[in-house]
Nanobody
Framework: QVQLQESGPGLVKPSQTLSLTCTVS??????????WSWIRQRPGKGLEWIGA???????YYSPSLKSRTSISRDTSKTQFTLQLTSVTPEDTAVYFC????????????WGQGTQVTVSS
């Protein structure tokens, strides 16, 4: 019943900011105990957790990406966003948004994913 959909530019230039939006339908992003996460998969690699924003608006980030990552939300639109700054070709990946149960990495609902390529 809960659905998530990623959207945003599929091509970003090196050194610029990658910006994606996840639109949630069939549920509220302010409902306890859900966390709302961003996850990516780079070519030939496994899934990598980027960060999350909780039902109360608190954020968590992967240590390896923390300095470049910002997650925010717009509760009126049931959306949350990802901004990844200073991107390089190594940031090329399929980016997913997903719902997490209480920060336990139990991702019950996923978006279909969106390809983002970093290239000049």
């Amino acid at each position: 019943q809960v659905q998530l959909q990623e959207s945003g530019p599929g091509l970003v230039k090196p050194s610029q900011t990658l910006s994606l939006t996840c639109t949630v339908s069939g549920g509220s992003i302010t409902t306890n105990p859900y966390y709302w996460s961003w996850i990516r998969q780079r070519p030939g690699k496994g899934l990598e957790w980027i960060g999350a924003i909780t039902y109360s608006g608190y954020t968590y980030y992967s240590p390896s990406l923390k300095s470049r990552t910002s997650i925010s939300r717009d509760t009126s639109k049931t959306q949350f966003t990802l901004q990844l700054t200073s991107v390089t070709p190594e940031d090329t990946a399929v980016y997913f948004c997903a719902r997490d149960w209480a920060g336990r990495a139990q991702f019950g609902y996923w978006g279909q994913g969106t390809q983002v390529t970093v290239s000049s």
